[in-house]
């Protein structure tokens, strides 16, 4: 587990409402959270279900799992809390002998104790070690990656994930610094990207660099990717599926879901030929956070809610 100086992991949950009422059509089905964080959407979702009605909750993040299943043992009888990559959602509702669901809910990127802990080392603005990984299983830290990328990779990286325009320079000055002591510290990369970029571009800039770094230290896209393919066989008949995605990378890949494309991200944005999902889109546009709510908020204001309804083609 993540050491962790924090008592609590709470999150303002984004779209509470919104995704709520999407979700819901059966309040005696089985629902999925894909994403439980702190488990505010659960929450919300266990005091809408009919006693017959189930939640299955799931995070990478063992921290979240421990807090979100104390906050809930009130519904031991109808929650249940898994750690698992939801790429693995095929595992987990096999494991539990669920064969249908009527809702999953992906509520994406991460929870607001994670940025907020220095030592997970997710944000610029917290010192810590570079680290940026959502479970202490995975592999390869943030660290890995800006200690060891080749230039030409970093640049990349920071272009393909984040569209930061001044990739190349950046890289060249990581490679620079650490050719003469490895880069350690939130901090240190930090500075690093104020050193390549203009004063009034900073911010910008540093979180698009330490976006890009954690989109691919948890392999976002492939994990979105793989909960889309092997979720879609336990959705039974015009159940739902949410998703709230924080950027453009995650948004245009489930609106390829939903038009029934390959989810795959890719530059060349290859035509599939058949659709391999079908889903009825009940959000003609994305429902965004009210001014209140990002007033109230200011994390929710990249937010963007989608709705897919699976329908059967006969
Ligand atoms: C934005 S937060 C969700 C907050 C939650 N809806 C709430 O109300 O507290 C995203 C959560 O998803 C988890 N997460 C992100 N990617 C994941 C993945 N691939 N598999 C499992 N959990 C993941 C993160 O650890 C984080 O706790």
Redesign the pocket.
């Known amino acids: 587990m993540h050491k962790t100086t924090q008592k609590t992991f709470y999150?303002d949950?984004?779209l509470l409402e919104e995704s709520v009422s999407y979700l819901l059509t059966d309040p005696s089905g089985i629902y999925v959270?894909?994403?439980?964080?702190?488990?505010?959407?659960?929450e919300a979702i266990l005091e809408k279900l009919a006693p017959v009605g189930r939640l299955i909750g799931?995070?990478?993040?063992e921290t979240?799992i421990q807090f979100a299943s104390q906050r809930l043992q009130s519904y031991k009888n109808q929650f249940q809390a898994v750690c698992?990559?939801?790429?693995k959602i095929e595992q987990v509702l096999q494991s539990l002998e669920i064969h249908s669901v009527s809702g999953l809910l992906l509520?994406?990127?991460?929870?607001s104790p994670?940025i907020d802990e220095g030592e997970r080392g997710f944000s610029y603005m917290t010192e810590g070690p570079l680290d940026m990984r959502?479970s202490s299983d995975d592999p390869i830290s943030a660290f890995d990656i800006i200690n060891t990328y080749p230039e030409r990779e970093l640049a990349d990286l920071f272009y393909i994930y984040s569209e930061e325009r001044l990739s190349r320079r950046i890289a060249r000055k990581i490679v620079h610094n650490r050719n003469e002591s490895p880069i350690r510290t939130t901090r240190e990369l930090a500075d690093i990207v104020r050193g390549c970029v203009p004063g009034k571009y900073q911010i910008k800039s540093l979180s698009r660099v330490f976006q890009a770094l954690r989109i691919v230290v948890?392999q976002?896209l492939d994990?979105l990717k793989h909960?889309f393919q092997n979720g879609y066989s336990f959705l039974a008949p015009c159940s739902r599926v949410v998703v709230i995605t924080y950027h453009s990378l995650e948004a245009r890949m489930v609106k390829r879901y939903f038009r029934g494309d390959d989810p795959t991200f890719s530059k060349e944005d290859p035509v599939t030929p058949m659709p391999k999902y079908h889903f009825r889109i009940l959000t003609k546009k994305a429902i965004l956070p009210s001014e209140a709510e990002i007033q109230r908020n200011p994390r929710a204001r990249s937010a963007a809610l989608r709705c897919g309804e699976r329908i059967e083609i006969l």
């Open positions: 999150h949950p984004v959270d894909c994403t439980l964080g702190g488990g505010g959407h659960s799931i995070d990478r993040d979240a698992s990559p939801f790429s509520d994406l990127g991460i929870s994670q959502m948890n976002e994990q909960c």
